[in-house]
């Protein structure tokens, strides 16, 4: 008997899978039993279309196509969402003073930026306080 691993779209997850997967079939492992368990386990807490279906209408949580894990309780189910988060992911730092962009030279001087094209000098902000980087990358 070869059991066969089954999608989950997070791919952390589906290399677990596949590992479970590789270890269930493989019939000199000691621990062959064990991953048959839990990928069966896996395997059977798995949502089924319809459930899905019936909370796939917000806006705000999306659904895997495929390996969305459930679990049942006695009025319904928990289905397994992804949720968005939007947040700044740019690499520029801000100046734990006053919250404007910064920067810093190759000597070493920190300078707010100004509006124009990226290393121009806020030079009114830099006479009012010297710009600290709040921790972002520099
Ligand atoms: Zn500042």
Redesign the pocket.
């Known amino acids: 008997m070869t059991v066969e691993p089954f999608p989950i779209t997070f791919s952390p997850a589906q290399l677990a899978v596949d590992l479970l997967a590789k270890i269930a079939n493989d019939p000199t492992s000691p621990y062959q039993a064990l991953a048959l368990n839990a990928l069966e386990a896996w395997r059977n807490s798995l949502a089924t279309p319809e459930q899905i279906a019936l909370v796939a209408t917000s806006d705000e949580l999306e659904i895997d196509d495929a390996g969305a894990c459930v679990s049942e309780g006695n009025d319904g189910f928990f289905i397994q969402t992804w949720t968005w988060v939007e947040c700044d992911m740019s690499e520029e730092p801000t100046?734990s003073?006053?919250g404007?962009a910064m920067f810093i030279t190759e000597e070493g001087i920190a300078h707010?930026r100004g509006d124009g094209s990226p290393n121009t000098i806020d030079h009114d902000?830099d006479a009012d306080?010297v710009?600290i980087s709040e921790g972002k990358p520099t």
């Open positions: 100046c003073e006053c404007e707010h902000a306080h710009a």
